[in-house]
């Protein structure tokens, strides 16, 4: 039972890597794939950490609305960014293109501001969900303490219960650089030109270039999934030992 | 002069009534004791004073001032200047003893040294000078007893309010834990608000005990009165 699942996973899941890391085993396809895309593998890191980072906040706004039920549109929010997490990306992409192509909002139409603020709209839903519940596991008189102790909601927020999530909430940032670093359809339909991410480029250049510069590319892209994946897990493993 | 008044208060959760037409009022530097079994009301009773809910109907008074009346909150409860020792004492696991205590002086713009002073001051009173750098984690029962007692108290409340504080804890703890806080109310002389089911405890505590009842006040009067009450009506209330 447990070979034929574990067969079923090489091939589905180690085979492809495999051959993708095979197909590129020369430096040259890796200097090339470099040559043609090291701007676009910068650009798809650097959106997606900023991306994450926006996430984790607004995701902490929104979950936190959630958990406490402190507003009467809580369950709107729950399910609107869960709605926006369902639909396609490039419904989303056109959604913002009508709504931003317009002169006076080029400060973001015209900039990578856009990509990012597609992020948001497609995966707050992550970010809100996962600080839900890793607002459940805090006891409320945790919060309440706080509270006749005299401090407003940001030094709440700030001092006491955000730390008493960092793990969730870094577990959010991660989910959302994965999620972001991935996105093709939103990026494709928004991204202001020359600001594309690395899985639009190696779309475009799947078209016509070498299997072994795809196949360098995609190792790329596999990397920078696996870099802060690599960074967190050690991360937890070192304050674990603890 | 009342410190604390609630006037014909009532509380509904979901169509249940928690608390109905409830009047008390608690003189400056008073202990006093809510007695009655488990969901009559006494856990209501701090939350509303403390202002994290509304009445239904009915004012709350602290000093004369109405901080809450017929369903609104008109002060929160960061700005009630209240103590609160809760049931699972809810001690800030990530801080240090001292870093607990220095979150609410700082919350309230108190000065440097003057809060290094404080701290040092209410440590000493419960004998937890040594644990200022420790976490909660690492800490007896009883020492989060008092860590928790002087996290509440180092904000000079205008009233504690301690929720079944001593539950958890094993009789003999139990029995020093009360001495320790009415030696401390020797000391500072604050004005306490003290729920528990146990009637041992609220006879050592109270210098007035109300009992409760379904959400009622059943009676409520000196440890005397309230032993001849349970004499009377037999002593199942729990
Ligand atoms: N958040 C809540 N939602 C619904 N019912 C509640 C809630 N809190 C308390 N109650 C009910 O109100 C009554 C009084 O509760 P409580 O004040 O906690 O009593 P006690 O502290 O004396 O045990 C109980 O019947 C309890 O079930
Ligand atoms: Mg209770």
Same mark, same amino acid.
């Given at each position: 039972?447990?070979?034929?699942?574990?067969?079923?996973?090489?091939?589905?899941?180690?085979?492809?890597?495999?051959?993708?890391?095979?197909?590129?085993?020369?430096?040259? /396809?890796?200097?090339?794939?470099?040559?043609?895309?090291?701007?676009?593998?910068?650009?798809?890191?650097?959106?997606?950490?900023?991306?994450?980072?926006?996430?984790?906040?607004?995701?902490?706004?929104?979950?936190?609305?959630?958990?406490?039920?402190?507003?009467?549109? #809580?369950?709107?929010?729950?399910?609107?960014?869960?709605?926006?997490?369902?639909?396609?990306?490039?419904?989303?992409?056109?959604?913002?293109?009508?709504?931003?192509?317009?002169? #006076?909002?080029?400060?973001?139409?015209?900039?990578?501001?856009?990509?990012?603020?597609?992020?948001?709209?497609?995966?707050?839903?992550?970010?809100?969900?996962?600080?839900?519940?890793?607002?459940?596991?805090?006891?409320?008189?945790?919060?309440?303490? /706080?509270?006749?102790?005299?401090?407003? #909601?940001?030094?709440?927020?700030?001092?006491?219960?955000?730390?008493?999530?960092?793990?969730?909430?870094?577990?959010? #940032?991660?989910?959302?650089?994965?999620?972001?670093?991935?996105?093709?359809?939103?990026?494709?339909?928004?991204?202001?030109?020359?600001?594309?991410?690395?899985?639009?480029?190696?779309?475009?250049?799947?078209?016509?270039?070498s299997p072994e510069l795809i196949a360098a590319l995609c190792v790329l892209m596999i990397s920078a999934t696996l870099l802060p994946l690599t960074a967190g897990g050690i991360i937890f493993s070192l304050r674990g030992n603890h | 002069m009342n410190i604390i008044e609630f006037e014909n208060v009532t509380k509904h959760y979901s169509g249940q009534t928690a608390l109905h037409d409830f009047s008390l009022a608690v003189a400056e530097g008073e202990r006093i004791v809510i007695l009655g079994p488990s969901g009559c009301g006494k856990t209501t009773v701090l939350r509303l004073l403390a202002g994290f809910i509304p009445p239904d109907s009915g004012a709350i008074k602290i000093a004369g001032e109405t901080v809450a009346a017929d369903g609104r909150t008109l002060k929160e409860p960061e700005r009630r200047n209240l103590g609160m020792v809760f049931q699972d004492l809810a001690l800030w696991p990530h801080l240090t003893v001292k870093g607990n205590l220095e979150f609410g002086l700082k919350a309230r713009g108190v000065p440097k040294a003057e809060r290094e002073n404080r701290i040092c001051t209410i440590l000493g009173l419960v004998q937890m000078e040594e644990y200022a750098g420790v976490r909660p984690a690492n800490l007896s029962g009883g020492q989060q007893q008092r860590v928790a007692l002087a996290r509440a108290l180092v904000l000079n409340p205008r009233a504690l309010l301690m929720d079944e504080p001593l539950s958890s804890l094993d009789l003999e703890l139990n029995i020093r834990l009360r001495k320790e806080i009415l030696e401390l109310h020797n000391n500072i002389g604050f004005t306490l608000l003290y729920v528990t089911h146990d009637h041992d405890e609220a006879f050592d505590i109270g210098t007035r005990i109300v009992i409760m009842k379904d959400g009622n006040i059943d009676m409520a009067g000196s440890v005397e009165e309230s032993r001849e009450y349970f004499e009377r009506t037999g002593p199942n209330l729990c």
């Open positions: 039972m447990f070979i034929t699942v574990g067969l079923f996973c090489f091939l589905i899941v180690i085979m492809p890597i495999l051959v993708l890391v095979a197909q590129s085993a020369h430096l040259s /396809a890796y200097v090339e794939a470099f040559g043609r895309a090291e701007d676009s593998l910068l650009r798809s890191m650097a959106y997606a950490a900023a991306g994450a980072s926006l996430l984790v906040l607004l995701g902490f706004f929104s979950g936190y609305l959630i958990h406490t039920r402190a507003l009467p549109f #809580w369950r709107g929010v729950d399910s609107i960014t869960i709605f926006l997490f369902a639909l396609p990306g490039t419904v989303i992409g056109i959604g913002l293109i009508s709504l931003w192509n317009r002169p #006076w909002t080029n400060f973001i139409y015209a900039t990578p501001a856009i990509i990012i603020l597609g992020y948001l709209a497609r995966y707050t839903a992550l970010t809100s969900r996962i600080t839900v519940s890793a607002l459940g596991l805090i006891p409320p008189s945790m919060e309440e303490a /706080a509270q006749i102790a005299g401090a407003g #909601w940001p030094r709440r927020m700030a001092i006491i219960v955000a730390p008493m999530t960092k793990t969730g909430l870094a577990l959010g #940032w991660l989910v959302g650089y994965i999620f972001c670093l991935r996105d093709m359809g939103i990026t494709m339909m928004v991204y202001p030109p020359g600001h594309d991410t690395l899985p639009v480029r190696i779309f475009t250049l799947m078209a016509n270039g | -």
